[in-house]
């Protein structure tokens, strides 16, 4: 179950080329689609299954603002409505191949699932994209095989840094494994989603990062994330050496000051893409340090893959099996609340376009089957 | 849903050897088999499951006309009754495994899969063999994963010859994408197809032959296409100097008289054994250029391939999406008529079968179920 | 459909070592389970999914006698209750993982997958292990993709070895193969199973052994058989010179006196894993022959593996075929009426369970859904 009425990313942008065969094939919340770039530059996003045999779109030929289908030549406009039917003049209304409204914004290609009408740009989510001149952002992407609600569980709470993470994201030392696991964090609910602020004080470096200083060194980390559904996650995460508040921000000096950017976009319910960066602000930048923070998050997501990947065929086998609920489960809980309330009103909808269809065929007389 | 009653090709005549352990296995419509030929060269086809506990018989051993499972050894004539079981004298009435009518028609073996009394042999595609001493054939293979009426429908129209093929088997040219896919042809409706023959005048030569010729050289091409259920399909094409002529036979020089015969055994509901070859006649053969001819075909096919399995997942996935249809459906609509003609007797017979035998337990005093 | 309340192997004691990392993740009779050994080396077996969010606790930590989940860093003590959730201090009453009673016997590792308090060490199978010092077993394991049944099948009845292992186990000749499947033999039934006892006299040697005697040697051969359900499968085997005696024990000489010790565990309905040993006695032992006696059974069950993942292949597509039953089905009838008896048993417990805590629940006031 997808929520329809959303953005989904569908790559990042170099992901769909000028090339002459660049027609990018994926899976977005169960739909097949194929995006191509017009010889303007803009995008376009359609179903990628002629509406003639099926045959697949992506399989076919750009031929200027047009797509055609290369099995019996049927071509379509960047609307998706057929303007040739190679053999014959008549061209059916029906002919026509369902597209998405898709937009480009800090990189990441954004495709609108739902119906076209409500696609509104405000509800992109805030990135930093890797041609922000302010940044030294770099890109990184991973397929896993897990239902995308795991992900979005998984991404909700931090405290699994203290496990999963140990050796990167983590620490390894039982002093920061309490820090992580006990965090007092500000909370605020945003539209869709959650907005999440806190400190860890005095801690060592994060294990990725100690080789870079002194085995004493000690350091206050901010994390300010926020996430919005479908599956966004923009973690604002700066390092300060340790300074003397306990409150309030740091004194001490920032050493790290970078952003990292993922969202994970849900082929079907058995896998899902993940499109990520991190990198440093130029002016906490070094030689070789983005590309360190880049390796690091891939990483880590290769632990978390390893993770969700055998809990996802475990709750595939056993979808009843009874739980637990823990005080870390808080933040997944607050996604899954915005996640369903937004599930149920698409179902109420449909239920009701239904009824009124229902009722106009009525009307006229027409079955209602 | 496959016609039983009918001829299907299980593969080559080379396929099935006297080799000491040459036991083909063949999974034809959704029935598994298996072929051997006795010392005498006859084939047998037995259904590849042994009476007693389901063992492959296909691991079994050829002892003389026999076929002993090799599970407990029990041993099977070429009817398929049981004529020995290892360890007991008493051969139980039921221990036969189910046989199939087999022919060997133009280096093609057939199995007839439905009622062995219907099996007409008259029933059977005409074909050019490899021992045919006028053409030199030469022949291969190819499994395809995806549903056999995708395949009807590929080969009941050559439209796509422009599009798939436009790199082998169409010319590239917008000139020829024109001429074929604006085709005069002449159908005539038989018995278990349809016969299609057409002029194409005054073209580029085919991709595959342009090299062989000046670029200015000019073709007459004729197609004399019968295509049987369940999917066979004979081509014999020629390739003339362009003529003078606009209707009937080409003026212009035979400088190709050539046959290809291809028939496609669905394995089951998802896959296919494609058997096919290509061949000039001895008179317009020239060294080297028959090989062409099956390169070309298997390089068409795999063009093929890679449209019809992408076009399978999607009908597997939406199997009710809406479609339109194109004047290029024509022949592809002819074929399923007389499929679906065939499969709809098949299920009434059942149907009547199975309330005449109710009609006889129920008279006998039997119980119905 | 699986026996709960029997013992399964899990494997040889050393697939569990002291290592860091050392958890075994297994899948028995559709369960998955995880199994370590404490700083004292005594095993423990627990489900294989964390009760907070069914993560696989196979990929966790082990710490001291817990095991602690790594996504969230949950710690469950050897019994399974929850010691430790990281971040909070209260520990619900449910938070606990099953746990299986696990023993050690023999160097295999068995684990109950029913009701603990019915775990009955009794019920483990006789066997003679690696480190018996009377006999130099050698040990090996198989991974086959077959229904379980069709291993109980395969191992109750030897008269398989003339056909399944004619250059193995079997010996290849006619006058052999009709000793191996005419075979007089003396079983008795068990609590849970069946002992089988017989001598096949005056014989070539087994193929795997002819190349170590003269051609013209005849042997007579005893074999001793305990099967148990699930499915332990306990050969003695000896082989002496052919004596003159027919019947009784032999009065050749006894050249090998051997042990093979075998077990099945089923994953799941379409897999099994097995483990299994062959040995001679110190007093018939040579230099390599028991380890010549591994490689012959490893041989051999990789005979056994391609027909029975072929005959698995073929009853998963028609389980209804019909099929006849021959002389040597005896042997696998008696195990499943042994195995039937208990299933039946098993459901219904578990039917009166269900009736008496629906009583409970109706006199309680409480919803009986
Ligand atoms: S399937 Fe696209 S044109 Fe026929
Ligand atoms: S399965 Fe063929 S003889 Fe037993
Ligand atoms: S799933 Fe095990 S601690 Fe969360």
Chains 1, 2, 3 share one sequence.
């Not at 100690?210 to 350091?219: C, D, M």
Request: charged share 25%; proline share 5%.
């Amino acid at each position: 179950m997808f929520v329809r009425n959303a953005w989904y990313c569908a790559g990042w942008d170099y992901h769909v080329s000028q090339g002459r065969n660049a027609l990018l094939a994926r899976k977005i919340a169960g739909e097949r689609v194929v995006l191509y770039r017009k010889p303007d530059g803009g995008l376009v996003c359609m179903e990628d299954r002629c509406c003639h045999r099926q045959a697949a779109l992506s399989l076919g030929r750009k031929e200027g603002d047009c797509l055609r289908c290369m099995y019996h030549g049927i071509k379509f406009g960047p609307d998706g409505a057929c303007v040739e039917i190679p053999g014959q003049t008549k061209i059916p209304h029906k002919a026509r191949v369902r597209t998405f409204p898709v937009v480009e914004k800090n990189n990441w290609i954004w495709v609108w699932m739902g119906e076209p009408e409500q696609a509104d740009e405000s509800l992109i989510c805030f990135a930093v994209g890797y041609d922000d001149p302010d940044w030294n952002i770099k890109t990184s992407e991973m397929h896993v095989d897990a239902n995308y609600r795991l992900e979005v569980a998984n991404l909700a709470d931090l405290s699994h840094l203290a496990w999963v993470h140990q050796n990167t994201l983590g620490a390894g030392d039982p002093a920061t494994v309490g820090a992580f696991t006990t965090i007092q964090d500000e909370t605020t609910m945003l539209e869709r989603g959650i907005n999440t602020r806190y400190w860890i004080r005095n801690v060592p470096a994060n294990a990725f990062l100690q080789h870079l200083f002194p085995p004493e060194a000690r350091f206050d980390l901010h994390f300010d994330i926020t996430m919005t559904v479908p599956c966004n996650w923009i973690l604002h995460f700066r390092a300060f050496t340790a300074g003397s508040r306990t409150e309030g921000e740091s004194d001490g000096e920032l050493v790290a000051d970078t952003y990292t950017c993922q969202t994970i976009c849900p082929n079907d319910e058995h896998s899902v893409e993940y499109y990520f960066s991190w990198g440093a602000s130029r002016t906490t930048d070094l030689p070789g340090l983005s590309d360190m923070l880049r390796e690091t998050v891939e990483q880590a997501f290769l632990e978390d893959a390893s993770v969700l990947e055998a809990q996802h065929a475990r709750v595939m086998e056993k979808p009843q099996h009874p739980t637990i609920d823990i005080i870390h489960d808080a933040g997944a809980g607050k996604m899954f609340w915005v996640l369903d309330r937004l599930l149920q009103a698409e179902a109420k909808a449909e239920e009701e376009a239904a009824l009124a269809g229902a009722g106009r065929s009525a009307r006229a007389g027409a079955p209602a089957c």
